[in-house]
């Protein structure tokens, strides 16, 4: 049956693939996005679609709908852009999570959180398992992402708890793909742009801290799983690749599969940047019957070809 589903942060690098997704299951679908890191161009292949709709709308105000599900993925991902305005991500995270759970229990709707494996901090333990508290600054360059999404999952597990209101929540380990913003500073978009325009590649500290990569259609495939799971399911779980790389094996690949020329030049390794993240996805394979296919070089192929199609003049 067509499903009624909003999509905050639906112009962005994950939401924009999750409408085109949702719309190609046959469900209606009302993005919202303020466009702070979001572009129309993600989202302009489909508004001749009837069952589309793109709203200009910042979530840190009210918004007022009915619908069946609610995905909340809206709040700047990358690092540079979380920190760009450190108060506007807090607000984003918590007053958006204020008013889109606020909005799910008045019209009785299904409400999913992107969180983050940011959760976890700076991880003590390896690989993280959803059990973990976490190690995180509170008062750190990166607090600003951190403790919003911790505390959005706070507000998640409380409207539950005292209001009844069906959550989900899901921990999303970093995903990459096409149509990440160029400019966006995150590894995988920065080290492909520097490889394909030949500049050197910028590894921050010794390039040995690690993270695990996932494909944004898997990530989206664990997403769309986990808002249809079973009711009493509300997660956390974990969503992710558990293929673990170190950031100078990345370099090293994504000049592989480039055919770059590009050296690598090291600059300050920014602080409280994570030292590891593997996600343990042991709970999403159990519950959500997922686990990722695409792996690292496939993936990053993909992602290539895609930064190759588009005008990287300017950047
Ligand atoms: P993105 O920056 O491409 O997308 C975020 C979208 O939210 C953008 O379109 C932006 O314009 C919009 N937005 C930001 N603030 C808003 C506001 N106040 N009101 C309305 N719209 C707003 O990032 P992404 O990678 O697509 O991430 C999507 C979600 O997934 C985020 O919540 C992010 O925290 C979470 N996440 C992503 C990753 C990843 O690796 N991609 C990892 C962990 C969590
Ligand atoms: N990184 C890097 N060079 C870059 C961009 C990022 O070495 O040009 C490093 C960064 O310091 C971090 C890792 O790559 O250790 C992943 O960074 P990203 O910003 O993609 O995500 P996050 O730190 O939030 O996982």
């Not at 129309?40 to 009915?66: C, G, S, W």
Request: aromatic share 8%; glycine share 6%; net charge neutral.
């Amino acid at each position: 049956m067509r499903k009624k589903i909003l999509v905050t942060g639906g112009a962005g690098f994950l939401g924009s693939h999750l409408c085109e997704r949702l719309l190609d299951e046959g469900n209606e679908v009302i993005c919202v996005d303020n466009f702070f890191t979001g572009q129309k161009q993600n989202v302009v292949h489909l508004l001749d679609n009837p069952y589309f709709e793109m709203v200009r709308h910042d979530i840190t105000m009210p918004f007022f709908i009915e619908v069946d599900q609610i995905y909340n993925l809206a709040c700047p991902a990358s690092p540079i852009h979380y920190q760009y305005n450190a108060i506007k991500t807090i607000k984003t995270s918590v007053m958006g999570a204020i008013n889109m759970l606020g909005l799910a229990k008045r019209i009785n709707a299904r409400i999913l959180q992107a969180s983050t494996s940011e959760v976890y901090g700076d991880p003590e333990i390896h690989p993280q398992t959803e059990s973990y508290w976490g190690h995180v600054n509170p008062i750190g360059i990166r607090a600003c992402y951190d403790e919003g999404k911790r505390c959005a999952e706070t507000l998640f597990v409380n409207y539950n708890r005292q209001n009844n209101v069906d959550i989900k929540i899901m921990r999303i380990f970093n995903t990459y793909g096409p149509r990440m913003h160029p400019n966006d500073g995150r590894v995988v978009s920065n080290f492909i742009v520097q490889a394909l325009k030949g500049r050197d590649i910028t590894l921050y500290g010794d390039g040995m801290q690690t993270r695990s990569f996932c494909y944004r259609d898997d990530l989206i495939d664990g997403m769309i799983k986990m808002m249809n799971s079973r009711t009493d399911f509300t997660g956390p779980v974990n969503v992710g690749n558990p293929n673990e790389f170190t950031i100078k094996e990345l370099a090293e690949l994504v000049i592989e599969l480039t055919n770059a020329k590009s050296g690598i030049v090291y600059e300050p390794l920014p602080s409280d940047d994570p030292m590891q993240r593997q996600p343990d996805i042991s709970l999403a394979k159990k519950e959500l019957n997922w686990e990722p296919k695409i792996q690292l070089r496939e993936g990053l192929l993909k992602t290539i070809n895609y930064f190759k199609s588009i005008d990287l003049t300017n950047i």
